[in-house]
């Protein structure tokens, strides 16, 4: 409760809850988004790392929105010291609950410490969070947003048209895996279980070299996730 009133104090302003959201939760309970573990799956890990090159931002992370709760499922770059990007954080204070409300468009926030739906936040952390924001929506199959692909940086800033197509293409591809891969314990791609020979390349990685490329005036090699 007392987090709570400092950021009331600081004049936050919740996310307004979506028309479809008994839907929406409900397809997170079809998926077991919440209980299950992604991290020590390399097909699901690469993924925030790769959209820390792409878009040149020092974080990334993959966030489910639950009922009253946003769930880190998995990240890269993170400050510990940021609570309320940890594993749990209350889902009145997250940002990602913004991109709900949408229209299945990503959210971009070049300052948070001065949008209204986020300085509330950035003032009750004492002005150590990131400032820029940017989440891409991640939209099941059925079409309901599950929560958001985001990345951000401590300054403020803009990101390209090709950068937030970038980002949207990450967020289909980890649905594609989340709906398409039976997770079993026991599959989990690592370093240090059921080792395959070679380096695991997914599509993903693939996707990244073809736009990094295709920008650079230099015969730059692609990215090794391995």
Excluded: W
Excluded at 212 to 222: E, R
């Amino acid at each position: 409760r007392g987090l709570g009133d400092v950021y009331k104090r600081q004049g936050l302003r919740p996310a307004n809850v979506p028309v479809n959201e008994k839907e929406r939760i409900q397809e997170i309970n079809n998926l077991g988004l919440v209980n299950r573990d992604l991290k020590s799956d390399i097909r699901f890990s690469s993924l925030p790392r790769l959209a820390t090159y792409l878009t040149s931002c020092s974080q990334a992370a993959i966030n489910i929105i639950g009922q009253d709760t946003q769930y880190c499922k998995v990240s890269h770059g993170n400050n510990s010291a940021l609570v309320y990007m940890s594993k749990q954080v209350p889902r009145n204070i997250s940002t990602c609950s913004h991109v709900l409300n949408n229209k299945l468009n990503p959210l971009v926030i070049e300052d948070c410490s001065k949008d209204e739906r986020t300085k509330a936040v950035f003032e009750a952390s004492g002005k150590k969070s990131p400032k820029f924001y940017a989440g891409s929506p991640i939209i099941s199959k059925n079409g309901y947003i599950l929560g958001t692909f985001c990345v951000y940086d401590d300054n403020p800033r803009t990101m390209s048209h090709e950068q937030l197509d970038g980002m949207r293409l990450l967020s289909d591809q980890f649905v594609e895996l989340l709906e398409t891969v039976r997770y079993k314990p026991e599959e989990t791609i690592s370093g240090n279980r059921n080792k395959v020979d070679g380096k695991y390349y997914s599509n993903v990685t693939i996707l990244f070299c073809l736009l990094y490329t295709s920008d650079a005036a230099d015969d730059t090699p692609c990215v090794d996730l391995g």
